[in-house]
């Protein structure tokens, strides 16, 4: 079977990638002088109470995204329009629809979480003015935040069975992980959108970037899981 691959993280439309590089991360000149003080102590954050329950949730979304069952996999343009009416409209029964796309029962939890997600971005944006960091350091703060939890679950929990081939599990866990942590930095991207203040412009960059991270999560985590069903 042909191996499918999930979405990176750089193939966001052209305007996002723009929005995102200005209003997160600032932007960065190649000349720029190096120092070798990182802008931000990983094992500070680690620590933090807010990040560890982002990163929770965000693993959470992605586990439940990796285990939903679906008759089809939507286009992206049929899932932006569910998911833009769902927020844009507050349409109850577009929102149950999303929820349960992503792997949800009941809608209330995929909102009240992705709600919670955002909050804390925004929180964890004014602790850490992630604005500083380049997209590399982001991308590594968050990977580390992942590996460090993951290793914290491992610990807790002892020894693990496989019941398949270890490197297909292993394989699954790096196309997972990647997924999260893509998921993650696209979230944070596009709470960046809020520096525009809430207008028109800002609103409608800020629900299609979320809508658009939200369906690489649900296209990537689906292709991790194929894969490792026909692993062998």
Same mark, same amino acid.
């Given at each position: ?11 966001? @439309? ?22 070798? *003080?990182?802008?931000?102590?990983? +094992? %500070?954050?680690?620590? %933090?109470? #807010? ?16 285990? @939903? ?13 569910? $998911? ?21 029962? %009941? $809608? ?6 992705? %709600? ?7 929180? !964890?944006?004014? *602790? ?5 960091? +380049? ?25 693990? #069975? ?10 699954? *866990? ?21 520096? !525009?203040?809430?207008? =028109? ?13 939200? $369906?690489?999560?649900? =296209? ?13």
């Amino acid at each position: 079977m042909k191996i499918l691959k999930p979405f990176k993280f750089n193939i966001l @439309a052209p305007i996002i990638i723009v929005f995102f590089s200005i209003l997160l991360f600032g932007c960065e000149k190649e000349n720029t002088i190096q120092t070798t *003080k990182p802008l931000l102590n990983n +094992s %500070d954050i680690n620590k %933090d109470s #807010t990040f560890k329950l982002f990163l929770s949730d965000i693993q959470e979304i992605s586990a439940t995204v990796s285990n @939903a069952n679906s008759e089809k996999l939507l286009t992206q343009d049929e899932f932006e329009l569910i $998911y833009n009416k769902a927020v844009n409209e507050n349409d109850v029964n577009s929102k149950n629809e999303i929820s349960k796309i992503m792997g949800f029962s %009941d $809608y209330s939890l995929f909102w009240k979480t992705r %709600d919670r997600i955002l909050n804390n971005i925004v929180l !964890l944006n004014k *602790k850490y003015n992630f604005k500083k960091l +380049s997209t590399t350091e982001m991308e590594s703060l968050i990977s580390n935040g992942l590996a460090n939890k993951n290793s914290s679950n491992i610990n807790s929990n002892g020894k693990t #069975t496989f019941f398949m081939n270890p490197g297909c599990y292993e394989t699954f *866990k790096n196309c997972e992980d990647q997924a999260t942590a893509t998921y993650a930095m696209e979230q944070v991207g596009c709470v960046g959108f809020g520096a !525009l203040g809430w207008t =028109v412009i800002g609103g409608a960059l800020f629900v299609a970037c979320e809508a658009a991270a939200n $369906y690489h999560l649900y =296209v990537n985590d689906r292709t991790c899981r194929t894969n490792f069903r026909y692993c062998r």
